[in-house]
């Protein structure tokens, strides 16, 4: 059964970190490609971040620099480490194996003074 748990979610200062991880089961943690997107509440769903398998990595121009995406293929995990957040970095984040139809349930990441 293919799982994907989102986690590292919460509440967050202006200019703090988070980092979300992603736990994938066995048959997808090292298989595909993976990435982050994320949903504000009324808006789309949205590209943030991919890497390979072999870890090559994609980043969304809103979060280039301040995002940084990883992965551990022994471990099927998946990690989003999030600095400089702003409120407009507010919403579910959502783990992805890529070319796949599988969603987490997602993390809330809020951030607010």
């Known amino acids: 059964q293919v799982q994907l748990v989102e986690s590292g979610g919460g509440l967050v200062q202006p200019g703090g970190s988070l980092r979300l991880s992603c736990a994938a089961s066995?048959?997808?943690?090292?298989?595909?490609?993976m990435a982050w997107f994320r949903q504000a509440p009324g808006k789309q769903r949205d590209f943030l971040a991919s890497i390979t398998r072999t870890g090559v990595t994609n980043y969304a121009g809103s979060v280039k620099g301040r995002f940084t995406i990883s992965r551990d293929n022994a471990k099927n995990t998946v990690t989003l480490q999030m600095n400089s957040l702003t409120p407009d970095d507010t919403a579910v984040y959502y783990c992805?194996?890529?070319?796949?139809?599988?969603w987490g349930q997602g993390t809330q990441v809020t951030v607010s003074a």
């Open positions: 992805h194996p890529m070319s796949t139809t599988y």
């Open positions: 066995a048959e997808i943690g090292s298989r595909y490609a």
